[in-house]
C-alpha cells in the first residue's frame, strides 16, 4: 500500500568554537546537509525499482514527486561492466536521454546486461573493450549479433579477433519484407487496368503478402475486392498475373521459414 509521507521539523543551531571562533551547524543522520527528503528513503526507494516498479508509481508510494525519484536512481545506479565476456555477443543502440543515442552489449544466451555506455561511437567502444578487458578474454568472443545498419562493424575485429558477425534473423526478414514491397509497387504502376481484380488485392490487400501461412480455408469480405474469399485465393489472383511477383513471394517464404 501507500505509506504515510512523515514531514519532520528541524531547526539547526550553530556552534562557535571559542578558539577558533569558526561556526559549525548541527548534523542529523536523518537528513543530509541541504536536502530534505530523509536519506533512508534512498534505499527504500532503489529497492522498489529494483522490483521493476515505475517511476510514478515508486513516488506515490514513497509520497514524494517523481522527478525526485528519477534524480535519486540517477544518483544511485552504477552500471558495472561484467567482469568476464560470454562467448557470444549482441550489440544494439537506442535513444536515451535528450535524444542520444547510446550503445547497450547483451550476453546473447542469458540476456543479461554487459555494457552500456554513454553513446555509439567507435572509438568510446573500442576503448572500453580494451580498458576493461584483456586480449586473451575478448579472443574467446566468438560472434557478435547485430543489425546491418552498426557503424561499428568496422572495428568488431580490432576488438574481437577470432569474432564472426552475425546478421540477426529480425533485420534479414525485414529486408526481405521491403524488397517484396518494392517489387510488388513496381507490378502495380505496371498494371494499365486500374479497376481488376489483381491491383485492388496489391493495392488495398498488401498485407496478405507478409502473411507467412494464408488462410486457405475460410473465405473472409475483402474490402476493395469486395468480394469474400479466402486468403489464399486473394493472393493467387495476384501473383497468377504477375510472374515476378510469384517468385519473390515464394523466395520471401522460403527465407522466412528458414
Same mark, same amino acid.
Given at each position: ?177 521491403? @524488397?517484396? *514491397?518494392?517489387?510488388?509497387? +513496381?507490378? $502495380?504502376?505496371? &498494371? ?8 485492388? !488485392? ?10 507467412? @501461412?494464408? *488462410?486457405?480455408?475460410?473465405? +473472409?469480405? $475483402?474490402?476493395? &475486392? ?8 486473394? !493472393? ?23
Amino acid at each position: 500500500g501507500v505509506e504515510m509521507p512523515t514531514v519532520i521539523d528541524l531547526h539547526k543551531q550553530r556552534w562557535r568554537c571559542h578558539n577558533c571562533y569558526h561556526t559549525v551547524s548541527a548534523k542529523t543522520p536523518l537528513v543530509q546537509p541541504n536536502h530534505t527528503i530523509a536519506a533512508h528513503m534512498t534505499e527504500r526507494i532503489m529497492k522498489l525499482a529494483h522490483e521493476r516498479l515505475p517511476v510514478k508509481t515508486i513516488a506515490r508510494i514513497i509520497g514524494i514527486s517523481a522527478s525526485s525519484v528519477q534524480r535519486i536512481i540517477d544518483q544511485n545506479l552504477k552500471l558495472r561492466p561484467a567482469r568476464r565476456l560470454p562467448t557470444r555477443l549482441c550489440f544494439d543502440e537506442f535513444r536515451s536521454t535528450h535524444g542520444m543515442m547510446s550503445f547497450i552489449c547483451l550476453d546473447a544466451d542469458s540476456h543479461r546486461l554487459i555494457a552500456l555506455l554513454g553513446d555509439r561511437f567507435n572509438r568510446t567502444i573500442k576503448n572500453f573493450f580494451i580498458a576493461h578487458y584483456s586480449l586473451a578474454e575478448r579472443t574467446r568472443v566468438q560472434t557478435v549479433t547485430m543489425d546491418m545498419n552498426a557503424a561499428y562493424q568496422t572495428i568488431i575485429h580490432e576488438v574481437f579477433p577470432k569474432v564472426q558477425v552475425v546478421i540477426d534473423r529480425f533485420h534479414i526478414i525485414q529486408l526481405a519484407a521491403r @524488397a517484396l *514491397d518494392q517489387v510488388r509497387v +513496381q507490378a $502495380l504502376k505496371q &498494371l494499365d487496368d486500374k479497376h481488376s481484380r489483381p491491383y485492388k !488485392i496489391m493495392k488495398t490487400n498488401w498485407r496478405l503478402f507478409h502473411q507467412t @501461412a494464408p *488462410d486457405a480455408k475460410h473465405k +473472409q469480405f $475483402l474490402f476493395g &475486392l469486395n468480394e469474400d474469399v479466402t486468403q489464399q485465393e486473394a !493472393i493467387d489472383i495476384a501473383l497468377d498475373t504477375e510472374p515476378k511477383l510469384k517468385q519473390t513471394y515464394e523466395t520471401y517464404l522460403a527465407l522466412h521459414d528458414a
